[in-house]
């Protein structure tokens, strides 16, 4: 009755997924697992929250399933549900004692119900989780990103209003110095700027010292010279993270499979274990995910880590064979990589 697959599912998390009220009740009858976690610490509460089935969390709820139980990226019920934008779902945990602050911040970015809502526009859920009494001022403590500047970069109009009407800060900055209305105009998302323009004390001012955006765009367009110059003059640039998405030069020049711009970042120290924000993803999975197979093999050898875990738990052989839905598009490269990453490890 507890059985799992090789990812760690089994019968009550397919029912709950699915809503399939009358097999989820024969099997918590016969005594299956309520708390079962699968191989990414998902419950059957989780899926049934992520995917909006009222009927089948108030069932799990009233068999007393833990319903502030995280994953390995940090999430639990209720923020499965706000940022899926199951209103009556999200509704339901509230009522059921759900910690709207539930997050363990146990990586840089850890989702929480506030912030997996503003991420993806729920204002309604926004509104909600205030009225319980969620921060609405509540930064990650790495970056000081508020729900209200993802909604700025998202170019979530309603989902930034209602935080506002609710008393957030168009003021705060995060660790890179920007305000919600400089992201917002960073990610070209005019409408929530003007809006923002409105209601912060704070001026947008245009950039005078060259940004990890002009970095990516020099890596894009292969400008090696640009790359060197700006090296010299701003060393620190090498290690310059992308503000929300968490992305370096090294990892986006692995992403595009630019070896020589990565061997030139790798050169003035860029950091080549730095993880992203969304995925915990090296410079190296980035490089195995899309493919590189010239940046995996110079990555590995000038001493990047094939044991390093994602915010999921998957290395970097893991994505090698299986990139969460499909084999690597490039079959070849990734039967290279795979054999590459076994032959070092042994």
């Given at each position: 009755?507890?059985?799992?697959?090789?990812?760690?599912?089994?019968?009550?998390?397919?029912?709950?997924?699915?809503?399939?009220?009358?097999?989820?009740?024969?099997?918590?009858?016969?005594?299956?697992?309520?708390?079962?976690?699968?191989?990414?610490?998902?419950?059957?509460?989780?899926?049934?929250?992520?995917?909006?089935?009222?009927?089948?969390?108030?069932?799990?709820?009233?068999?007393?399933?833990?319903?502030?139980?995280?994953?390995?990226?940090?999430?639990?019920?209720?923020?499965?549900?706000?940022?899926?934008?199951?209103?009556?779902?999200?509704?339901?945990?509230?009522?059921?004692?759900?910690?709207?602050?539930?997050?363990?911040?146990?990586?840089?970015?850890?989702?929480?119900?506030?912030?997996?809502?503003?991420?993806?526009?729920?204002?309604?859920?926004?509104?909600?989780?205030?009225?319980?009494?969620?921060?609405?001022?509540?930064?990650?403590?790495?970056?000081?990103?508020?729900?209200?500047?993802?909604?700025?970069?998202?170019?979530?109009?309603?989902?930034?209003?209602?935080?506002?009407?609710?008393?957030?800060?168009?003021?705060?900055?995060?660790?890179?110095?920007?305000?919600?209305?400089?992201?917002?105009?960073?990610?070209?998302?005019?409408?929530?700027?003007?809006?923002?323009r409105t209601k912060t004390?704070?001026?947008?001012?245009?950039?005078?010292?060259?940004?990890?955006?002009?970095?990516?765009?020099?890596?894009?367009?292969?400008?090696?010279?640009?790359?060197?110059?700006?090296?010299?003059?701003?060393?620190?640039?090498?290690?310059?993270?992308?503000?929300?998405?968490?992305?370096?030069?090294?990892?986006?020049?692995?992403?595009?499979?630019?070896?020589?711009?990565?061997?030139?970042?790798?050169?003035?120290?860029?950091?080549?274990?730095?993880?992203?924000?969304?995925?915990?993803?090296?410079?190296?999975?980035?490089?195995?995910?899309?493919?590189?197979?010239?940046?995996?093999?110079?990555?590995?050898t000038v001493g990047a880590?094939?044991?390093?875990?994602?915010?999921?738990?998957?290395?970097?052989?893991?994505?090698?064979?299986?990139?969460?839905?499909?084999?690597?598009?490039?079959?070849?490269?990734?039967?290279?990589?795979?054999?590459?990453?076994?032959?070092?490890?042994?």
């Amino acid at each position: 009755i507890n059985g799992q697959d090789v990812e760690g599912i089994s019968g009550l998390h397919v029912a709950a997924a699915n809503g399939h009220i009358s097999l989820a009740e024969l099997l918590l009858e016969e005594g299956a697992d309520i708390d079962v976690a699968n191989n990414c610490g998902w419950t059957p509460l989780m899926h049934a929250a992520q995917h909006g089935q009222v009927s089948m969390v108030s069932l799990l709820i009233r068999h007393n399933a833990n319903i502030n139980a995280t994953n390995v990226l940090g999430a639990g019920a209720l923020t499965l549900a706000a940022g899926g934008g199951h209103h009556s779902t999200v509704r339901l945990l509230l009522e059921a004692g759900a910690d709207i602050a539930v997050g363990r911040f146990h990586h840089t970015f850890d989702p929480m119900p506030l912030t997996a809502a503003a991420t993806n526009g729920h204002a309604s859920i926004i509104s909600l989780l205030l009225q319980e009494g969620c921060p609405v001022n509540q930064a990650y403590p790495t970056t000081g990103t508020t729900a209200l500047m993802l909604c700025a970069a998202g170019g979530h109009l309603q989902a930034a209003q209602a935080l506002i009407e609710h008393g957030a800060d168009p003021d705060l900055k995060d660790m890179c110095g920007k305000t919600a209305l400089d992201i917002a105009v960073a990610c070209t998302k005019m409408e929530v700027a003007e809006f923002l323009r409105t209601k912060t004390q704070v001026a947008h001012s245009p950039e005078q010292n060259p940004t990890i955006n002009d970095m990516l765009d020099a890596i894009g367009k292969t400008d090696l010279k640009w790359i060197n110059e700006m090296l010299k003059e701003y060393p620190s640039s090498a290690n310059w993270t992308h503000p929300i998405k968490g992305t370096t030069p090294l990892m986006y020049a692995a992403e595009l499979g630019h070896l020589d711009i990565a061997a030139l970042l790798v050169h003035n120290n860029a950091d080549i274990e730095l993880q992203d924000y969304s995925s915990g993803w090296t410079a190296l999975m980035h490089a195995v995910f899309h493919g590189q197979t010239s940046i995996v093999r110079y990555l590995v050898t000038v001493g990047a880590s094939v044991d390093a875990l994602a915010c999921n738990g998957s290395t970097a052989l893991d994505i090698a064979c299986y990139n969460g839905q499909s084999v690597i598009p490039h079959t070849l490269d990734g039967t290279y990589v795979a054999h590459f990453f076994i032959s070092r490890k042994h």
